[in-house]
């Protein structure tokens, strides 16, 4: 059994900061890529960033410059530090990894159940 558990949503001012965490734990024998995805208000869920093992990452226009997307390989845990938030940002955060379960062995994607991220004009 695997779980990815995101925490530190919460609700922030514009132009404010909110680090979210997502912590891996499980039957994980490695976790090849951990990306973060949004839903906004009424709207479908979206990309935001992702990173892969070696620490390549990559993040949506609409974050670059203000999001960083990082992890720690040997915790299985993974982070978004949000800065200069916005009105528009929003939304439910969701944690995403693509994990090699050990046994039986497998590869699979797996989420997290979302933190709320709210920011106020």
């Known amino acids: 059994q695997v779980q990815l558990v995101e925490s530190g949503g919460g609700l922030v001012q514009t132009g404010g900061s909110l680090k979210l965490s997502c912590a891996a734990s499980?039957?994980?024998?490695?976790?090849?890529?951990m990306s973060w995805y949004r839903q906004p208000p009424g709207k479908q869920r979206e990309f935001v960033a992702t990173i892969n093992r070696d620490g390549k990452s990559n993040a949506a226009d609409s974050v670059k410059g203000r999001f960083t997307i990082s992890r720690d390989n040997t915790k299985n845990w993974g982070y978004l530090q949000m800065n200069s938030l916005k009105a528009e940002d929003t939304a439910v955060y969701f944690c995403h990894a693509r994990i090699l379960v050990s046994a039986p062995r497998y590869e699979d994607d797996f989420w997290g159940q979302g933190t709320q991220v709210t920011v106020s004009s």
């Open positions: 499980g039957n994980i024998f490695s976790i090849n890529s």
